[in-house]
């Protein structure tokens, strides 16, 4: 018996004239992939899903198999959609998508499978009285590819320019569009300080949700950006010469009815409750290890450089740019509503699900332990010395992937939240891709990566 949801993707497919829909998941490598079903089918899709082998589980961004043991030609999974998330792709004619769990052939939850992760970890953090509302704040630069096939940015414009804004307006406007027919509620827009760099930020939802929109966010940009004639990516460096692209984290926690902002306390410093900086304190502790899944890719650390606004050390401050996490000023119309958290230190190159969990373990650690963060660093963290640093457990971040993973392998709270085959096969995938690209000049690293992401 299909479910109510169930019925309503396939009504709505109906009404849309959709021929295809999507079955969409992120991988170990962060490359969003699918399968897709045609709309006569769709019932018992959604009922029994699209068949997947296990081996794309150890599949890297190159395209590369990986050793995972278990991950190779035998054994199949399900792609199971949630019907929840069906949505008509306004930029693909007479296409929807759904975002997918993996699941074993007898239904269960596969263990390998980045949003059952995630949705253990709002469970974990349910089981402690709170609940995560979160959102990715995307960068991503637009590019135009010359005959020679580089690309190069589409403008020369400064930060917040409206030349930036005029030259971007038409792309713009359809990539507005296309979210909002999406249901999702467009924050704020602004050329970014790269060239041909934007920021388009949407609205907070519930963790799930949130990790689902960002699949959707990164589609949107790249599809209708190539509807133009243009090249949109997200990734962290698309150019070593202009900024980077971040897709920071605003986070929030909320009781379990989503009504009242528990991070929020009017007596607290900056107006952050003892739960937030506990959760807070849980962050910055396990993020040498925790940039493995925010900044999970080579090019990660092109970006997460000193005295670039993207944050390098385990510092944080109010509205401190160079902080990995930035207690941001709230709005005068809901002090309550908008007090949140940001963490800087990730970027679109990063599964959605494998962030977003990650963020949750770490912070329902420091809750559970009830850490401190310290106190508050209220001028760039570079501009220590390593004795001030030192003296206020101010860490210098991995500057390689390699680092970031050896730094995840150790870290006992994470990899049991990841559980034994994820962690496993991220952990392979990702060294496949280090040593991929490290025996590659700088041009091959970006090539990839701007594509890719």
Known sequence: MPTPAARRAVA?????????????????????????????????????????????QAMNMLDQLTPVEGMGPVGEIRLVPDPGTFTVLPYAPHAAAMTVDMRTLDGAAWEACPRSFLKRQIAACAAAGFMVRAAFEGEFTLAVKGADGAFAPLDQSVCFSTVGMTTAAAVMDDIVAALEAQGIQVEQYYPELGHGQQELSIRHAPALAAADRQVFYRETVRAVAYRHGLYASLAPKPFVDQAGNGSHVHFSLWDAGGRRNLTHDPRGRYGIS??????IAGVLDHLPALLALTCPSVNSYRRLQPHFWSSAYTAWGPDNREGAIRIPSTFASDRAGSTNAELKACDASANPYLALGGLLAAGLDGVK??????????IDPANYSDAERAARRIVRFP???????????????????LGPLLARSFLTVKRGEWQAFSKEDTAFEIKHHFWKF
Do not use: C, W
Request: charged share 20%; net charge positive; aromatic share 4%.
């Open 12 to 56: 709505q497919a109906r009404r849309a004239g959709v021929r295809l829909v999507r079955f969409l998941y992120t991988d170990n490598g962060g490359v969003t992939r699918g399968k897709a079903t045609h709309v006569e089918s769709l019932a018992s899709r959604i009922a029994d899903g699209i068949g997947l082998t296990v081996a794309m």
């Open 274 to 279: 003892a739960l937030g900086y506990h959760f």
């Open 369 to 378: 332990r009830k850490l401190e963060p310290g106190e508050p660093t209220m």
């Open 399 to 417: 500057t390689t992937l390699a680092e970031a993973l050896d730094h995840l392998a150790a870290d006992r709270v994470l990899m049991a939240a």
